[in-house]
């Protein structure tokens, strides 16, 4: 069992920067897919990023690539989204999930993902 609480959302303007955090409680963290998902009002909950347990390989979705950064640290049983570069279509809430590879599907899809964190809003104005 994992529990995953949301951190560092908040109101920013086009262009600039926020850093969300995940942190994690729960018995071998260092074994989950870390990823982190985003819904805005009326549409579906997509892939934002994805971080492998041993941080080796990581995941983008097309619209985030080279703003976003995602990291875990292990030892603190942390996952962070570094999202530079904001831009209003980015305004979402923002979900960590975790994913034990126990089930089947593909790292995008919400499905796979076995726990979930209950969100932070990210407002980005223009």
């Known amino acids: 069992q994992v529990q995953l609480v949301e951190s560092g959302g908040g109101l920013v303007q086009a262009g600039g920067s926020l850093r969300l955090s995940c942190a994690a409680s729960?018995?071998?963290?260092?074994?989950?897919?870390m990823g982190w998902f985003r819904q805005a009002p009326g549409k579906e909950r997509e892939f934002v990023a994805v971080?492998?347990?041993?941080?080796?390989?990581?995941f983008y979705a097309d619209s985030v690539k080279g703003r976003f950064t995602i990291s875990r640290d292990n030892a603190k049983k942390m996952v962070y989204l570094q999202m530079n570069n904001l831009k209003p279509e980015d305004t979402a809430v923002y979900y960590c999930a975790a994913d034990s590879d126990g089930s089947g599907g593909y790292y995008y899809q919400p499905g796979k993902y076995d726990y979930w964190g209950q969100g932070t809003q990210v407002t980005v104005s223009s």
């Open positions: 729960g018995r071998s963290f260092n074994t989950y897919h």
């Open positions: 971080v492998a347990w041993s941080s080796t390989i990581t």
